[in-house]
């Protein structure tokens, strides 16, 4: 068979990730295809999405309505744009965020608890492997943003320490 075979089985396989990336709102899919020894195929689709405009969207508009439109832009900013925040922790991985070692288990930290830096906040399922995600500074947790068992981009903010 000739070369042009692999190349279309190629492009067709990552129009099909593009088109699972659209469809399941993703912001990014990683596969490595291994065809046999020094033959593979890494393939990386992404693309940019504005969820931080999609998230002050919506707790903009309850606030407004619910207070004076003086104190809605001061409500609404610490809840549309955490990841500004200076104590922000986001998340360096795009994954599967779990708050506890194994389910049924304590929480690694709670709010108001204070950490060292290094201590483990939570975990983020990626391709199958558990990443530990440490404290970049010692603080007192204020914030806890992530869910457990909720999927989590790259960026996303996940607590918040001060």
């Known amino acids: 068979m000739g070369t042009d075979n692999p190349h279309d089985s190629d492009v067709s396989f990552i129009k099909a990730l593009a088109e699972l990336l659209r469809a399941n709102d993703l912001t990014e899919l990683q ?4 065809y046999g020894e020094n033959d593979s195929l890494n393939v990386r689709v992404s693309r940019h999405m504005q969820v931080v405009q999609q998230a002050a969207a919506m707790p903009a508009a309850a606030p407004v ?14 809840v549309a744009d955490p990841a500004s925040h200076p104590g ?22 709670t709010v108001g608890q204070s950490v060292r830096e290094g201590d483990t906040l939570l975990i983020i399922e990626a391709m199958k492997t558990m990443n530990k995600i440490p404290a970049p500074r010692a603080g007192t947790v204020r914030r806890i943003l992530a869910e457990d068992a909720t999927p989590v981009e790259y960026g996303a903010p996940l607590m918040i320490i001060e």
């Open 31 to 34: 596969v490595k295809r291994d």
């Open 65 to 78: 309505a619910a207070q004076p439109a003086a104190a809605a832009p001061a409500a609404a900013a610490p």
């Open 88 to 109: 922000a922790v986001t998340s360096p991985m795009v994954g599967t965020v779990y708050l506890a070692g194994e389910p049924g288990a304590a929480p690694f930290v």
